[in-house]
């Protein structure tokens, strides 16, 4: 059971790192857009040449935000897991099936809740 312990423990961990990961490039991605929006006067509204630089700022900037509120769960499923509440349902207290938290390590609510 320890083992378990620690197993979720070291995936929230890696996936907490990966995602971190991911903002700081996102971050920087999003940074470099706008620095050459910034530098170039172009008609982005009718660019012959496909996605335009609102489309890319838009995408990049949507991106950012789902990692930056990933990374939040996972910070909330760590807090969980180091209470000892994790897998645990938030809603009506049950357990979390061990497959939807190999799916969605930082689910807070088991299928059935999750559905209503």
């Known amino acids: 059971m320890e083992a378990d312990r620690d197993l979720i423990h070291q995936v929230l961990t890696e996936e907490r790192v990966d995602t971190a990961a991911q903002i700081s490039a996102l971050t920087a991605d999003l940074d ?11 008609d982005d509204e009718h660019d012959p040449e496909g996605t335009t630089i609102a489309y890319e700022r838009a995408h990049t900037a949507s991106l950012l ?3 930056v509120t990933r990374l939040g769960e996972l910070d909330r499923a760590l ?3 180091a209470a000892g509440d994790y ?12 497959e939807r938290l190999v799916a969605r390590p930082a689910a807070t609510t ?7």
């Open 79 to 81: 807090a969980r897991h």
């Open 32 to 42: 470099g857009i706008i620095e050459a929006a910034a530098m170039v006067a172009t």
């Open 110 to 116: 088991c299928i059935t809740c999750a559905r209503a």
């Open 87 to 98: 897998g645990r349902c938030e809603s009506c207290g049950g357990p979390i099936a061990p």
């Open 65 to 67: 935000s789902a990692a």
